[in-house]
């Protein structure tokens, strides 16, 4: 079993998910949870994104086509970015 110690967060108070039921459950920060109670049990469950296709992408582009910049493609390497 897994613990976690809530905190005060301003006027509510916040709980952590450890690391490890985050990643079994998919969860990052800055995604949305859902809070029920149920038989006295509070139970937090992701709400999940929605996940487009490549045409609905492109649909929503419209008729414009799409922009291509020239600078961020002619820039130097600033790390790892070129493999060797």
Same mark, same amino acid.
């Given at each position: 079993?897994?613990?976690?110690?809530?905190?005060?967060?301003?006027g509510?108070?916040?709980?952590?998910i450890?690391?490890?039921?985050a990643?079994?459950?998919?969860?990052?920060?800055?995604? /949305? +949870?859902?809070? &029920? +109670?149920?038989a006295?049990?509070?139970?937090i469950?992701?709400?999940?994104?929605? /996940?487009y296709?490549?045409?609905?992408?492109?649909?929503?582009?419209?008729? &414009?086509?799409?922009?291509?910049?020239?600078?961020?493609?002619?820039m130097?390497? +600033?790390?790892?970015?070129?493999? +060797?």
């Amino acid at each position: 079993m897994q613990t976690s110690t809530l905190r005060a967060a301003g006027g509510s108070i916040a709980v952590t998910i450890p690391q490890p039921l985050a990643k079994f459950t998919g969860m990052q920060a800055g995604d /949305k +949870v859902s809070f &029920e +109670v149920e038989a006295g049990r509070l139970i937090i469950s992701p709400i999940s994104r929605r /996940k487009y296709s490549l045409q609905e992408l492109l649909a929503m582009q419209g008729d &414009e086509p799409l922009v291509i910049d020239q600078a961020w493609d002619s820039m130097p390497a +600033v790390g790892q970015e070129v493999p +060797v």
